[in-house]
DNA sequence: GTATACTCTACTTTGTCAATAGGAATTATA
DNA sequence: TATAATTCCTATTGACAAAGTAGAGTATAC
């Protein structure tokens, strides 16, 4: 598996909007801000993450984005198979892999398997809500600290 | 992770060598056709897999390529990393990756921690011995079926 | 001395990543 | 209705790495 800036922005937005979920908009503006992406290439982002049913918009005056599920239903899993493709570190697509008839080939294939496998049960059970309860521990113990 | 063909080719040559370990030298020629690799390009592998130390090489008539070390002392997780570098899914170089001070990014770095660390478990636990003793086992079971 | 093989360096091609740019469409509100 | 704020859409660019190509140079067995 392999994460991008693409990747990155896409994970840094929708936390963000979980941290925002069902009290206000955010417009891209602040979202930029936020997680430090440049704006525009944020905004092609946000336009794939709508497209993949994660995000919803409201165009115009005051308009601005939010989640269109619940942060408990959205994995991080999800987030980065649809932004980065397939985790395996290697394409299936190489022939020599899909088609796995050389034992020499074989061997390997059994090993990108397993890395997948292990990247697969981490990804797909970390939740936005997880990761929102992860930020407000950490908001609480730095109010303490003070 | 991610494995590119330079990889790929890296760990399947080791394999070849370390099915001829103790036995003869192998040739570029033969390697690349064995495994279907380009040969020049191939040649760039081995130039680094022998600066890397994995592997050694005799010049001229009769020259070839082999392994420096007994196939037991060489993982697939040497050879990945020495080849295609870290194996964390997102570099640290990121700056506020590295310097993690606001929580909204740190939670994500701790994801990529647990990655890097399932990632490593199962590569540096798998020596060619492991690999050389499956092609083994798997001639043995065509032997039978035929 | 010649064929065979590894060594070294430079180059090319192709594709992706990351960002930039500019406008079009939409909407609240003064 | 005009305007400011906002999202939507497409095109383009610059940098870089991946993958392969090329050719000359060096060593060695026979």
Known sequence: MKVTFKGDYALKAVL??????NKELVTGHD???RID???KFLEQVLLDLKKGGFVESR???IGGYLLSKAP???TVGEIIR???????PISCVRESYSNCTDIHR????????????????IID????EDLVSQVNAGRQVLAYSI
Chains 1, 2 share one sequence.
């Open 125 to 128: 059970n970390v939740t936005f």
């Open 59 to 61: 165009r115009g005056n």
């Open 16 to 21: 963000d909007l979980a941290l925002h979920y």
């Open 31 to 33: 979202l930029a801000q």
């Open 106 to 121: 074989c061997v390997f294939k059994k090993i990108w398997q397993r890395v997948s496998q292990a990247t697969s049960d």
């Open 37 to 39: 992406a440049p704006i």
């Open 72 to 74: 408990v239903q959205i």
């Open 82 to 88: 649809f932004i980065e493709g397939p985790t395996e």
